[in-house]
């Protein structure tokens, strides 16, 4: 103790009459035990902290605002909150609040979903229960039971999303946001976000927000996959329509799961899908006893297995197919011609695998009774006995158009209408072995019944016709066109003119061979009043033949293409100007017309055009500004593009003028 008291250190302890201290308020430290005793006690508690640093903490608080109570909330127990909401009206304005709240709004199933009333009926299904109750309540909606909301649900809307603005979050915002306007039906997408693209967390939100989806289409979307599709098949058993275009992710099990959960499906379409194959295809037949229309394209795992499986199963529903870039056999179309007992409309392209004994037996299965519409393009396995023979299966055939099928020659074109009378429409395209021999006689066979006949780059045909003389005339054909056939020359046209005495429409475009005495033949036997002519590309025809056919068909001409025609002038739109009263539509672009016409025409009372074409007409000047503008009234479309006389400042004095019309410069 002596040594304690006589420590000499850093700190000073005072013994005797002395403070240990020199603040008085720290002598509380010490504890008394006698006159001359001082003992040193230390503190329990810890040393405050400094004015400079609460000072610190408090602008630290200052600066971090404090959050929401309802954003410090987890995931979870948002999800109960928002799935309590009486109606999808608050759902729909709470989306809104954040990205956070739309997305997991768009994550409720409507099972999920909490409707609070006075009466309630609180059942469970599952343990055959129903207990009514009078105080408010929240019953789980079932899927099965009508909403009181009426119209919410019916599905009324379309949406489509192209591009950059297909996202996942648009998506969600849909699913949740249609539902207070009469229910998403139609949901179209193509293509997708480059880096925020759609996904199958998308399809979710639709398939959990729209259950009475009816048409869903994905075109270049290649993030979703099967996942997604058995989303919308587990909730949307309304889905009718399904077309599916370049997604590589979607296979067979996807399908599959669309047939399971949708038997309502009608319409099916599948174009360069890599990795849907045969499996897909049978459950869809297996499982769709509704569907009315395939079309498959470019889809290398589909072959003969799924194609014949699909027909065999929807023999008596389907009514159109299209089969395009396949690897398909004469097996598949055996298979069309025995079971298409339904089918009224066949697409068949690009099966190089099809040989002509497919064609025959197709034909010869006696199967397509109902066939209407056949299209063939590119198959070289078409020939004349195939034709035949579809001509002999198919005898209420209406519509054949082929194009690219380079075996098909006049003997089988003959055969074919001796056998399908009531073809109404004929269209060749390409068929190069095809004259006008096969041609006329086709048309004399079914000169009942023929309406329209298309010709478009047949090489074949020739300008030598000294057979023709003592064919009976079609008074049936309505529409001729003929289009970019190099051989067809003033004589076949004035030889059709006498074959056709009741065309309305005529297109003879990129005819360069042709003259006015060969054209006006086919405009003087018109008996019936031509509607439409169109002869852009025609070099050589002149005001003479112009004029003839406004005189002629004036109170019927409703439209006129004189596209490319340069030895068309003043004169015709002189001429167009005094006899038409019922044109809307006139293309006289690239012509010989100057500002003298264009006046002539534009003063015409009795004119009511609603498009008229100039472009590329270089002697057009300012001057026909000012009365072009007085077309005002009734024209919807102007095109003066490539008019070099005409100048910026005057084009803009008629963009002004003609504020309700489309004008193209």
């Known amino acids: 103790m002596p040594a304690l008291l006589n420590f000499r250190g850093n700190d000073e302890f005072r013994s005797k009459h002395g403070s240990l201290f020199g603040n008085p308020m720290d002598a509380s430290l010490l504890l008394s035990l006698g006159q001359h005793v001082d003992l040193y006690i230390p503190p329990c508690k810890r040393s405050r902290v400094t004015a ?110 192209e591009g950059k603005k297909a996202t996942d979050v648009r998506l969600a915002a849909i699913a949740v946001g249609t539902a207070t306007h009469g229910g998403l039906g139609k949901l179209t997408i193509r293509g997708t976000h480059s880096t925020r693209g759609v996904t199958n967390a998308s399809l979710l939100a639709i398939a959990r927000g729209c259950p009475y989806l009816k048409a869903l289409t994905l075109w270049n979307v290649p993030s979703i996959g099967d996942e997604g599709l058995q989303e919308i098949a587990s909730n949307c058993h309304m889905l009718e329509k399904l077309d599916l275009c370049q997604c590589p992710a979607i296979s067979g099990k996807g399908l599959a799961a669309i047939a399971k959960g949708c038997p309502n499906l009608t319409s099916l379409t599948i174009d360069s899908c890599s990795n849907i194959d045969n499996e897909g295809l049978r459950a869809i037949g297996r499982h769709c006893p509704k569907l009315e229309s395939v079309a498959i394209k470019n889809c290398r795992l589909i072959g003969d297995q799924g194609i014949t499986t699909l027909l065999s199963s929807t023999q008596n529903t389907l009514l159109k197919i299209k089969l395009q870039d396949l690897e398909i056999t004469d097996v598949s179309l055996a298979v069309l011609g025995h079971y298409g007992r339904a089918v009224t409309d066949v697409v068949l392209t690009n099966l190089h695998k099809v040989s002509e004994r497919g064609f025959w037996v197709m034909g010869s299965a006696h199967g397509l009774h109902k066939l209407e519409s056949f299209t063939v393009m590119s198959c070289g396995g078409l020939s004349d006995v195939g034709l035949e023979a579809v001509g002999n299966g198919c ?93 067809f020359g003033s004589k076949s046209l004035a030889m059709v003119g006498k074959l056709c005495p009741q065309l309305q429409h005529v297109e ?54 004189l596209d490319g025609c340069r030895k068309i002038s003043d004169g015709s739109l002189v001429a167009i100007s005094k006899n038409c009263s019922v044109l809307n539509d006139l293309d006289v672009s690239k012509s010989g017309i100057t500002d003298f016409g ?50 910026r400042a005057a084009i803009d004095i008629l963009v002004e003028q003609m504020w309700s019309c489309d004008v193209l410069s």
């Open 508 to 561: 003879l475009s990129g005819l360069g061979q042709i003259t006015d005495v060969g054209l006006l033949p086919l405009v003087e036997n018109c008996e019936a009043g031509l509607v439409k002519v169109n002869l852009s590309g025609c070099l050589n025809l002149t005001d003479a033949v112009v004029c003839k056919i406004v005189v002629l068909h004036g109170e019927t001409l409703q439209v006129l293409n």
């Open 395 to 487: 005898p209420n055939i209406k519509q054949l158009c082929m194009r690219k099928c380079a075996s098909v020659s006049d003997r089988g074109m003959v055969a074919f209408a001796k056998n399908a009378q009531s073809l109404k429409s004929l269209q060749l395209e390409e068929c190069h072995r095809v004259t006008q021999t096969g041609v006329v006689a086709s048309i004399s066979i079914c000169k009942t019944n023929l309406k329209a006949l298309s010709l478009v780059k047949c090489f074949g045909i020739k300008d030598d016709i000294p057979q023709f003389t003592m064919v009976s005339p079609c008074k049936s054909l309505r529409s001729l066109t003929i289009r970019s056939c190099p051989g």
């Open 598 to 647: 264009v006046i002539a025409l534009c003063s015409a009372k009795q004119l009511s055009l609603e498009i008229l074409s100039i472009s590329g007409c270089s002697r057009v000047s300012d001057m026909s500004v000012p009365y072009l503008g007085n077309l005002g009234v009734h024209l919807a479309g102007l095109n003066i593009v490539d008019c070099i006389l005409i100048s």
């Open 52 to 161: 400079p640093f609460l000072v610190k903490r408090e602008i630290v608080e200052q600066q971090q605002p404090k959050k929401p109570s309802i954003d410090v909330l987890p995931d979870e127990c948002l999800y109960e909150i928002l799935r309590r909401l009486p109606g999808a009206l608050e759902r729909g304005a709470c989306a809104s609040v954040s990205k956070q709240w739309l997305m997991l709004l768009s994550s409720i199933h409507s099972t999920q979903v909490f409707n609070c009333h006075k009466s309630t009926k609180i059942g469970t299904a599952e343990r055959g229960l129903v207990v009514s109750s009078k105080s408010n309540e929240c019953e789980l909606i079932s899927g099965d039971d009508s909403h009181e909301e009426g119209i919410e649900n019916e599905g009324y809307l379309s949406r489509c999303l």
